[in-house]
């Protein structure tokens, strides 16, 4: 059973990680390019058209990164799924004749199941719904991370301006960092109710007693009736302790130019 978690486990932080790279690369250019299209006019953004431009980074990134959620939620739940199929199994052995099948039986639709790879999860939903499954969600994702931006983008703005000595200069990269990981925690609490209704919904495979849910509506309500207000910031902290160097890190890294030095030696090359 240790080695079904431990599998599970590693799949997951595989897609995790191939899902952060991109995620934040889309969510930060996008943002400075819509930024830069409504600073047209050479004055100072108002804190409207900051909201404006995440608005738009966190619809780009979501387009594109939904199909990772979807996968890296459902190897995160196949440890949780098969450790309840292991207990009801042991509970019906305990129940029954020494001998009865639903031992054998129980044991290997967990492992199976358990098994599985974010490869064979997509071909899986590729064949059963098509494209549309890899973005069952997809309405909940954009309710979380376009407020996510909308929140987020404004208050490192403003944060890291604190740190400049001239609207010239670059802030120091410790400034950036604090100012993202203030900004991204902040954000990341806001936005904790939509994570939860997202997570619910993109989760494929049903515990025992789990409800299932038709919507977005429909989820928050069986939610708030079955578990209380407290369920919708269920993880608040642990993401808000995830969230905050995640984005510290990446905003010092775009700050300091790494990706555009990358870039302008790509091109260099090219030419």
């Known amino acids: 059973m240790g080695t079904l978690k431990t599998s599970a486990t590693f799949n997951g932080a595989a897609v995790n990680l191939t899902l952060v790279t991109p995620e934040k690369a889309i969510k930060l250019a996008a943002n400075d390019f819509f930024r830069h299209i409504l600073s047209k006019d050479g004055k100072k953004l108002t804190l409207i058209k900051e909201m404006l431009a995440g608005c738009g980074a966190g619809t780009c990134q979501v387009i594109v990164t939904t199909p ?25 052995v305990s129940s029954s004749p020494v001998g009865s099948p639903i031992s054998s039986t129980g044991h290997t639709t967990s492992t199976n199941k358990s098994q599985q790879t974010a490869t064979q999860i997509t071909k899986e939903l590729l064949r059963s719904k098509g494209i ?18 909308i929140v987020y983008f404004p ?8 740190g400049q000595k001239s609207p010239d200069e670059r802030a120091p990269f ?19 109710p939509c994570d939860v209704i997202k997570t619910r919904l993109q989760s494929l495979q049903r515990g025992i007693n789990e409800d299932s849910y038709s919507g977005i509506v429909d989820c928050t309500r069986k939610i708030w009736r079955n578990e ?18 995640l984005f510290g890190i990446a ?16 091109q260099s090359r090219r030419y």
């Open 174 to 192: 410790y400034v950036s960092f604090i100012s993202g990981c203030i900004a991204g925690s902040t954000a990341a609490v806001v936005v904790n």
């Open 228 to 245: 209380g207000a407290k369920a919708f910031l269920k993880g608040a902290y642990c993401r808000a302790l995830v969230i905050a160097p």
């Open 68 to 92: 990772m959620e979807m996968l890296k939620i459902q190897l995160q739940d196949a440890g949780r799924l098969a450790a309840q199929r292991k207990l009801m199994a042991a509970q019906a």
């Open 251 to 266: 905003q010092v890294v775009y700050f300091l130019g790494i990706a555009e030095t990358v870039l302008e030696m790509l």
């Open 132 to 149: 549309a499954g890899l973005y069952k969600g997809l309405g909940a994702t954009l309710l979380r991370d376009v407020p996510f931006s």
């Open 155 to 162: 208050l490192f703005a403003n944060l890291n301006e604190l």
